[in-house]
């Protein structure tokens, strides 16, 4: 990419090192333990964390320009670190404090920025299998005689294999939905690498057991309490991964044509290099992963003008976060169809010898198709559309699973879920 990004060099390091070793760990589905965790000791997993409390204090814009580096170095690690960044962006929320400036929070915030700065990961475990969480989360949190404990099954727990922390979603007796931090290193979790997707194949997105996992008083927090726009910020994350798709199919491409010797007869050149239909090839590449990166950098300044918003009247919070989820979902609806159109063309550029299994360009297509399936673009397409044409919000927090009644409409679970997790709307 040839940025600067905006990070002690010791972190830049880290990243290149990536993706040193990042298609050996594609081509023998190898988790990136060690990679993971050498990012998070060089500071990854503090970037928006203020200065003042030992982090980089990046603003959004500066902190994606570094995560669509690392995902053009290996694009499964971002996807690793959403759950994460979810958590430190609510840190941040709640705290009131200024990128740059000393936070001003309580005692749990506090201990929370101390824990991301030692370097404490967190995972994500959002989603159930089958019916689960439909609009009522399956996993539940008790109160027992000795505290909390939480009791359920979570699948998609990106990152959570990696995580010292798990972001559970769970409702409490009363059928509010919470969001709790649970310990990972306890009796009562079990995380299996079952993930069985054709792409994105280490993010550690498996199945999560949770078995009368303890839970803190101070860990739990309504759902609806947290930033605004934390599906927007999941959402983000997958465009970085894209966007770094992109970079990294370019990349590719570019140098693997530039070694080339091999030529046909009846090409235009002698030397592949300097074909001229080849470098047309290349140009429509690297064109795409330019715009993807412009697409998700401007997502990112969403972001910071929802962050921005954190003191202010709860309707210019709304309006805030509305605008960060229309601009993720109309960058997942334009870029989906060039970026998966461009990682193609690879194959153009290098002919039958760049589908050698030893070099696996197709990760670019597969790590690109599975991202874009994520929240299905065609939902967002007809979400940007009903509010252009008639000025309706989007729905800014949903879920997926089993409609619990047959015969119950979507529309009537959407409303519901609306209603139940977040009453401003």
Not at 19 to 23: K, N, Q, T
Not at 105 to 115: C, D, K, N, S, T
């Given at each position: 990419m040839n940025i600067q990004l905006p990070v002690p060099q010791i972190l830049r390091d880290a990243i290149e090192r990536v993706?040193?070793?990042?298609?050996d760990r594609e081509r023998s589905r190898e988790l990136a333990r060690s990679e993971v965790r050498e990012l998070v000791s060089c500071g990854i997993g503090r970037l928006r964390v203020p200065e003042s409390a030992g982090g980089h204090g990046l603003d959004w814009v500066q902190t994606t320009e570094v995560l669509?580096?690392?995902?053009?170095?290996?694009?499964?690690?971002?996807?690793v670190l959403r759950g994460h960044f979810a958590v430190q962006e609510d840190l941040l929320w709640r705290s009131g404090a200024a990128i740059g400036s000393a936070p001003e929070?309580?005692?749990?915030?506090?201990?929370?920025?101390?824990?991301l700065v030692a370097g404490e990961l967190v995972g994500n475990a959002w989603t159930e299998p089958g019916r689960g969480g439909f609009h009522q989360s399956g996993t539940v949190v008790s109160e027992t005689a000795h505290g909390h404990v939480v009791n359920g099954v979570k699948y998609y727990t990106?990152?959570?294999?990696?995580?010292?922390?798990?972001?559970?979603?769970?409702?409490?007796?009363?059928g509010n939905e919470l969001a709790v931090l649970v310990r990972r290193d306890q009796p009562g979790v079990e995380i299996d690498d079952d993930w069985d997707g054709f792409g994105q194949r280490t993010t550690g997105s498996g199945t999560a057991r949770l078995t009368d996992a303890v839970v803190e008083e101070a860990e739990l927090r309504g759902l609806s309490d947290r930033f605004p726009y934390q599906t927007a910020l999941y959402q983000h994350f997958l465009l970085i991964v894209l966007a770094g798709v992109a970079e990294a199919a370019a990349r590719d491409a570019a140098a693997l044509l530039h070694v080339r010797s091999r030529t046909f007869s009846h090409a235009n050149t002698r030397t592949p290099r300097t074909d001229p239909q080849l470098l047309q090839a290349v140009g429509e590449v690297d064109a795409v992963a330019a715009l993807a990166r412009a697409q998700v950098l401007a997502t990112a300044a969403s972001l910071d003008a929802a962050f921005a918003e954190r003191g202010s009247a709860s309707d210019a919070q709304i309006e805030a976060a509305n605008a960060v989820e229309l601009a993720t979902g109309r960058a997942q609806v334009a870029l989906h169809r060039p970026v998966l159109e461009?990682?193609?063309r690879i194959f153009d550029v290098l002919g039958a010898s760049g589908v050698s299994q030893s070099r696996s360009l197709d990760r670019h297509w597969r790590n690109a198709r599975t991202v874009t399936s994520h929240n299905p673009w065609v939902y967002k397409a007809r979400i940007a559309g009903d509010h252009r044409v008639n000025g309706t919000e989007p729905v800014r927090l949903w879920s997926v699973g089993e409609p619990d009644a047959a015969g119950e409409s979507v529309a009537a679970d959407v409303q519901n879920l609306i209603q139940t997790i977040d009453p401003t709307s």
């Open positions: 993706g040193l070793s990042a298609l669509v580096e690392l995902a053009a170095q290996d694009s499964n690690i971002p996807q929070a309580g005692p749990v915030v506090q201990r929370w920025l101390a824990r990106t990152g959570a294999i990696f995580a010292d922390w798990l972001d559970v979603t769970a409702r409490d007796a009363a461009a990682v193609t």
